[in-house]
């Protein structure tokens, strides 16, 4: 059967059968008229990051406000900002995304209701970035221009402050001609050939130079312009390039079937720019059987990384609270590609068929309709929704390749990390782990809130804000892998040499009946004070006897800890109840020659707090137990 770009027959019916569907269409058509009636943009306004976008005082997103490009509020404290250039900046890039996605919405609307105005919309906005493509300043992410191609640092876009967003914004312009290309006159055509398209091409070339995310995305952009153009010496640089596509998979992909950076977000940002290349490689018959292979395992793979809860354990890089649905989009476009009856499809159904609302994120979100429907699941993948697929992906799982695990049963799943593949949006988190207890998340990964908030560097990104053990109040120092020495069904072990110069790891975590244990061990040879630490997503239920405390520090996020209590236990084994979600949990603290001490530390959204369990001793070897049990 000809691959399509969309199946219209099957989305009409549909849009027949279902009101949520009706309704997409209701909405998109007012955002469509809204946006493209005051469209206006001029290559005199400079984009900045949008990692610039959050308020300085709490680091909460600021709230994106299409019809003000000059002010901008806090989401949480209410703060405004105005006439400030770089938050101005990064308004210009959400507005320019949103034009991308406003193209690729009024295309679907044309092709629904053969209304002219929908097709004029795309013309004029296409045409008006096409004419000025070069008089748009090239500019990077911080802010410096450049006035050519040939003394350019790394990184920078025209439209957009990083080749990374102007290649998005392509693969979004472009979607939306695709739909509407029997229509485009040759003229409009040629232009653009020879105008964005060639100019991008030179610009984003450049910038393939290594195994990264973000070459990965110019891959895609250029892969696709050049689909879409008939221009071969695009076509053959993504596919046949020094740093080509296929390249990028076969050595930035574990054998594991993960992206090498370690961060599920960055997982799926990955194969969301390879899913579009996948589609148009299908669609104009281009053979692309690397992608075909990695994505669909990258995809099964991704699925078994889940809690049972489908909420992600979220290590290193990307947005808080992550979980399948949040990637629903990208399932919806491999399930095009895959087929309607693919393992895929049915994985996307499964993800849809859950109750858990999707967790969002704050900067370069895709379109979703009500935070359910995704663009790409209207146009792509209509029918699945009404598949009755559950898969279930409750089996503990080792992904010895990428340094982690997730051990599982009905009640208990721990996601344990015991390495890393190099520094590239690494967190210095070795053997932190994350547990989820009868559905509620006793403690998880931060991961960060966005690159411009200070808590990102301060807070999310130190040893301190991780379930691990911190030695002498800095930060881990080697970014290494880690070896798994035992994995069951209900354990798993890890050890890590040099996690500082000469200090040894070991954490063994052990899911038992109404609970798990929790051992760690560190070896140096010479004494050090070591703090292990335990960030609780609940409150203390028990009473405790306590005294004020200073912990000695005060960076690598030491700054953050406050109200600081040492524990009067008096024992050598303390018991504490928490209150975690709707659950009792205890934890019986193993105190033999340490000091127990409990904080709150800040949490992310950071005007959120955790309770941290710090237990601190001073040694040269030291052995750390925990047990948590549930009632
Ligand atoms: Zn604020
Ligand atoms: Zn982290």
Not at 218 to 243: P, Q, T, V
Not at 365 to 387: G, M, T, W
Not at 477 to 487: A, D, H
Request: hydrophobic share 35%.
């Amino acid at each position: 059967m000809t691959y399509t770009y969309f199946d219209q027959d099957t989305l009409c019916r549909m849009i027949e059968k279902k009101e949520q569907f009706q309704n997409f269409i209701d909405v998109i058509v007012c955002e469509v008229h809204a946006f493209f009636k005051n469209f206006h943009d001029s290559p005199e306004r400079v984009s900045a990051w949008g990692h610039h976008y959050f308020c300085k005082d709490d680091g909460a997103v600021l709230i994106y406000n299409e019809n003000n490009p000059n002010s901008h509020s806090c989401s949480l404290c209410g703060k405004e900002f105005n006439n400030i250039e770089q938050l101005n900046g990064a308004w210009i890039s959400m507005y320019r995304n949103q034009a991308a996605i406003n193209l690729w919405k009024s295309a679907l609307l044309f092709k629904l209701t053969n209304n002219e105005i929908y097709f004029n919309y795309i013309m004029e906005c296409t045409a008006f970035y096409n004419r000025h493509y070069q008089q748009f300043k090239l500019h990077n992410k911080e802010g410096d221009q450049f006035e050519s191609l040939a003394n350019m640092a790394w990184g920078c876009g025209r439209i957009m402050p990083q080749a990374l967003n102007e290649a998005i914004f392509l693969i979004r312009m472009i979607h939306a001609l695709q739909l509407i290309r029997k229509h485009i006159p040759d003229n409009f055509m040629n232009d653009l050939k020879s105008g964005i398209f060639d100019k991008a091409f030179l610009l984003l070339r450049k910038q393939i130079n290594k195994i990264h995310n973000i070459p990965c995305w110019l891959n895609s952009a250029i892969g696709i312009m050049g689909l879409f153009s008939s221009n071969n010496e695009m076509i053959d640089f993504a596919f046949n390039g020094e740093y080509n596509i296929n390249r990028q998979l076969t050595e930035g992909v574990t054998a594991d079937y993960f992206w090498y950076e370690g961060s599920i977000h960055y997982n799926f940002f990955l194969l969301e720019g390879i899913v579009h290349l996948l589609h148009f490689s299908r669609l104009y018959e281009h053979g692309f059987q690397t992608g075909l292979d990695y994505v669909k395992r990258m995809l099964v793979q991704a699925y078994k990384y889940a809690f049972n809860s489908h909420q992600f354990p979220n290590p290193n890089d990307g947005w808080p609270d992550v979980n399948l649905k949040s990637y629903s989009y990208i399932y919806s476009t491999a399930a095009k590609i895959y087929g309607s009856g693919s393992q895929i499809a049915h994985m996307l159904s499964s993800i849809l068929n859950t109750d858990v609302p999707r967790g969002t994120f704050p900067l370069s979100s895709p379109y979703y309709f009500q935070n359910d429907i995704s663009l790409e699941e209207f146009l792509f993948a209509p029918a699945v929704r009404d598949k009755k697929t559950r898969i279930k992906n409750d089996e503990s799982v080792n992904f010895k390749s990428s340094y982690c695990g997730l051990v599982k049963s009905d009640d208990i799943n721990i996601f344990f990390k015991y390495g890393h593949n190099g520094p590239s949006h690494a967190h210095p988190d070795k053997m932190n782990i994350e547990a989820v207890v009868k559905g509620n998340i006793l403690t998880r990964d931060l991961s960060n809130s966005g690159y411009g908030n200070r808590f990102c560097n301060e807070w999310h990104r130190v040893s301190a804000s991780h379930n691990t053990v911190v030695v002498n109040g800095s930060n881990h120092s080697g970014f290494q892998g880690g070896i798994c020495t035992y994995f069951d069904h209900n354990a798993i072990a890890a050890t890590a040499k040099n996690v500082y110069t000469g200090v040894t790891f070991e954490r063994k975590v052990e899911i038992i009946k109404k609970g798990f244990t929790d051992h760690f061990s560190v070896y140096s040879d010479k004494e050090n004070i070591y703090d292990y630490l335990f960030h609780v997503q609940g409150t203390v239920a028990s009473p405790l006897k306590t005294k004020s405390a200073e912990l000695g520090y005060q960076d690598n996020g030491y700054q953050y800890f406050s109200d600081v209590q040492q524990v009067l236990s008096g024992n050598e084994d303390c018991r504490i109840t928490w209150l975690v979600g709707e659950i009792e949990i205890t934890s019986i603290i193993d105190l033999k020659d340490k000091q127990l001490y409990i904080a709150s530390t800040p949490d992310n959204p950071v005007n959120l707090c955790r309770k941290t369990i710090l237990v601190r001793t001073r040694a040269a070897n030291s052995h750390f137990a925990v047990i948590w049990l549930f009632k």
